[in-house]
């Protein structure tokens, strides 16, 4: 039960097997009694316990009795896919005169995805734009092109090929560098993004648009046309998704995953040409399946190869109950996580979370959350709102919840 401070250096030890300190003085220090002076008492609505997987430490009773030491009316518990604290928590809420609030973080699925996005139709014989572009970074807002690559698939074959770098108008970060081989000496003298992408558009013609990923591919292009005055309608299919639909018992849905599937040639991995050429491969093989299951024309592909829930990306988001009805519905999206949506975390389709809303109090969650993420990657207004719809409060956390991302590079400030 004593406080103590140390000071030493950190080295691997052989013997124990991890890093440890070396001690070199030790001290018994008092303990600060840390206390909420707040005039207007806080309600922590974000709180996990011991029983959220490398998120906590502290027991839900330790953490209901400091809330209720502080003055604090009540403090939610989310623990992150579980409620295995609940118990411990309501005996712990009893004892010090507090109420809990019961909830979790669970992880959401957006289920409407799709594999085409817009409302051109045509045959799959019909005349395909494959593409992939390299950028400066991740965010589709804030970067610029470097280049762009093209493969133009007409009757299930391969008729035209389009490459251009782009000159950005700034430095290449390093890390792009290191990650594409682009250096800035390569698109110094090519042209600017607006001349880059009309080439690209006159190139594509009346074609459908297909990437991989193509959410990125594709916002990136949008985000250019708006700065440029440029018009943007294209259809497009995401092979990501499709083959998360299509095909069963790979590790993971990256391009070179695919490729090694269908055995492929392989191919320089992060060069927007290379990366075009290969994807053409593998929509071939896609449109292949596609046919096996008797699609015919693109308008059908969303009706004829449902999205696998388990495949696609999960986003934290906070579920409060609000009364019993709530906590009932809490435990069936809880069981339905688990038992028929289950990979790697327990999923919730925004379908069942819609289906299970009443007595539900949603929160828009972290970093990691849809709408934060959303914002993150730049997507428009409109995609933003229908993400916030789903929830009945947005989270604005303490900077340093994030200052990962800081760290990382992937913001330039707080």
Request: hydrophobic share 40%.
């Amino acid at each position: 039960g004593k406080v103590i401070m140390l000071r030493g250096h950190v080295e691997y030890d052989d013997y124990i097997k991890t890093e440890c300190i070396k001690a070199t003085s030790v001290m018994l220090i008092e303990e600060l009694d840390i206390k909420d002076t707040a005039e207007e008492k806080r309600v922590e609505l974000h709180l996990h316990t011991n029983m959220s997987a490398m998120d906590g430490l502290t027991g839900a009773a330790k953490l209901v009795a400091r809330a209720a030491k502080w003055g604090h009316k009540a403090v939610a518990i989310t623990d992150h896919g579980v409620v295995q604290a609940f118990p411990e928590a309501a005996a712990a809420a009893k004892k010090n005169g507090i109420k809990v609030i019961y909830g979790m973080e669970g992880y959401l699925v957006d289920d409407s995805a799709k594999i085409v996005t817009g409302n051109a139709d045509m045959p799959l014989s019909g005349t395909f734009i494959v593409f992939d572009v390299e950028t400066t970074g991740l965010r589709t807002d804030r970067v610029r092109l470097t280049e762009i690559g093209a493969v133009k698939f007409v009757d299930g074959a391969e008729r035209a090929r389009f490459q251009t770098f782009v000159n950005p108008e700034m430095p290449i970060p390093a890390k792009i560098t290191e990650l594409t081989g682009i250096t800035n000496a390569m698109v110094a003298n090519a042209p600017k993004e607006a001349e880059a992408v009309r080439k690209f558009f006159e190139f594509c013609g009346d074609g459908v648009l297909v990437a991989h990923n193509a959410t990125f591919d594709t916002n990136v292009l949008k985000h250019t046309c708006r700065r440029n005055g440029i018009d943007y309608n294209f259809t497009h299919i995401d092979t990501l998704v499709m083959a998360q639909s299509l095909i069963e018992g790979i590790k993971n849905y990256k391009l070179d995953s695919i490729s090694n599937y269908f055995k492929l040639p392989k191919f320089d991995h992060h060069r927007a040409d290379e990366d075009a050429g290969a994807l053409a491969r593998i929509f071939e093989k896609l449109i292949a399946l596609c046919e096996e299951k008797g699609v015919e024309n693109i308008s059908e592909i969303n009706e004829k190869i449902p999205v696998n829930v388990k495949r696609l990306p999960t986003y934290h988001i906070i579920l409060l109950a609000k009364n019993r009805a709530g906590l009932k519905h809490l435990y069936q999206l809880i069981s339905k996580s688990n038992l028929e949506y289950y990979y790697r975390h327990p999923r919730i389709p925004r379908s069942e979370l819609i289906a299970h809303k009443e007595g539900l109090i949603v929160g828009s969650a972290c970093e990691a959350g849809q709408l934060y993420q959303a914002i993150y990657s730049g997507k428009p207004k409109a995609k933003l709102l229908e993400f916030a719809d789903v929830c009945d409060y947005l989270e604005i956390q303490p900077n340093g919840n994030n200052a990962f991302m800081l760290r990382n590079g992937m913001v330039e400030s707080e």
